[in-house]
C-alpha cells in the first residue's frame, strides 16, 4: 500500500464531499488518511461524519482568538501537530488565512460546484451557483477542482467533471447531479496531485 499522505480536510456544512474522501481513503482509492477534520461551524454535521469515521476534529473560529494573529498561528500549529501535508477544502466557505496558504502552498485543493472560471468569487457558493447557471440558460455545468491561492475560487484548475443542464432543472436537482461528479472528481484529482500526476486539463 505504501505510506499515505496526511491529510486535513476543512468543512462548513453537510460534508458529504469528505465523506467520499473518507471512502476513497478507506478503499485505497486515495493514498491519503485524513487525519484531522477542520470547521468554522460547531454545528457542521461534517464534524460528526469525522466523529463516525474516528477523525479528530477541531473547530476553528477566529473570533474566539484575542486576534487573528493568534488564531492563525493555532491553526498552524495544530496542523503540525497533526502532520498535515495536503488540505482539502470540502464546503469551506471561508477564506484561508495567508500564512497557510504560503505554507501550504500547492497542496491546498478546493471543489467547486460550477465549471471555473464562471460562476466562481466571492458570494458563489451552494445553491447561488446554482441559480446563476440556470439564470444564464448555461447548457451544462458541473465541478473543478482547483489549488487554492490567496482569492477565492481563483487557483489552477486540476480537473473538472461535466452534466448537462436539463429542461426543468430547478438548483436543486442541478446541484444533486453536480454533486455526484464532485463525490467522483475530487478523489481522483487528489490522487493525481498526491502522486506528482496533476496536470492542466
Same mark, same amino acid.
Given at each position: 500500500?505504501?505510506?499515505?499522505?496526511?491529510?486535513?480536510?476543512?468543512?462548513?456544512?453537510?460534508?458529504?464531499?469528505?465523506?467520499?474522501?473518507?471512502?476513497?481513503?478507506?478503499?485505497?482509492?486515495?493514498?491519503?488518511?485524513?487525519?484531522?477534520?477542520?470547521?468554522?461551524?460547531?454545528?457542521?454535521?461534517?464534524?460528526?461524519?469525522?466523529?463516525?469515521?474516528?477523525?479528530?476534529?477541531?473547530?476553528?473560529?477566529?473570533?474566539?482568538?484575542?486576534?487573528?494573529?493568534?488564531?492563525?498561528?493555532?491553526?498552524?500549529?495544530?496542523? #503540525?501537530? *497533526?502532520?498535515?501535508?495536503? $488540505?482539502?477544502?470540502? !464546503?469551506?466557505?471561508?477564506? @484561508? %488565512?495567508?500564512?497557510?496558504?504560503? +505554507?501550504?502552498?500547492?497542496?491546498?485543493?478546493?471543489?467547486?460546484?460550477?465549471?471555473?472560471?464562471?460562476?466562481?468569487?466571492?458570494?458563489?457558493?451552494?445553491?447561488?451557483?446554482?441559480?446563476?447557471?440556470?439564470?444564464?440558460?448555461?447548457?451544462?455545468?458541473?465541478?473543478?477542482?482547483?489549488?487554492?491561492? #490567496?482569492? *477565492?475560487?481563483?487557483?489552477? $484548475?486540476?480537473?473538472? !467533471?461535466?452534466?448537462?443542464? @436539463? %429542461?426543468?432543472?430547478?438548483?436543486? +436537482?442541478?446541484?444533486?447531479?453536480?454533486?455526484?461528479?464532485?463525490?467522483?472528481?475530487?478523489?481522483?484529482?487528489?490522487?493525481?496531485?498526491?502522486?506528482?500526476?496533476?496536470?492542466?486539463?
Amino acid at each position: 500500500m505504501g505510506i499515505k499522505a496526511k491529510l486535513a480536510v476543512f468543512v462548513s456544512g453537510g460534508g458529504s464531499n469528505l465523506q467520499a474522501l473518507i471512502g476513497a481513503s478507506e478503499t485505497g482509492k486515495l493514498s491519503a488518511e485524513i487525519v484531522l477534520v477542520v470547521s468554522n461551524n460547531a454545528k457542521a454535521y461534517g464534524l460528526e461524519r469525522a466523529r463516525n469515521a474516528g477523525i479528530d476534529t477541531f473547530v476553528y473560529n477566529v473570533k474566539d482568538y484575542p486576534n487573528k494573529e493568534e488564531a492563525h498561528s493555532d491553526l498552524l500549529e495544530m496542523l #503540525e501537530e *497533526y502532520g498535515v501535508e495536503y $488540505i482539502a477544502l470540502a !464546503g469551506y466557505l471561508k477564506l @484561508l %488565512p495567508e500564512p497557510l496558504v504560503k +505554507k501550504y502552498k500547492g497542496r491546498i485543493t478546493n471543489i467547486h460546484p460550477a465549471l471555473l472560471p464562471k460562476y466562481g468569487g466571492k458570494g458563489m457558493f451552494g445553491h447561488h451557483v446554482h441559480e446563476a447557471v440556470l439564470a444564464a440558460g448555461d447548457k451544462e455545468s458541473g465541478a473543478t477542482v482547483h489549488m487554492v491561492d #490567496e482569492i *477565492y475560487d481563483n487557483g489552477r $484548475i486540476l480537473k473538472q !467533471g461535466r452534466v448537462p443542464v @436539463l %429542461p426543468g432543472d430547478d438548483a436543486d +436537482k442541478l446541484a444533486a447531479r453536480v454533486l455526484e461528479v464532485e463525490h467522483k472528481i475530487y478523489a481522483e484529482a487528489l490522487e493525481e496531485l498526491i502522486k506528482g500526476k496533476q496536470h492542466d486539463d
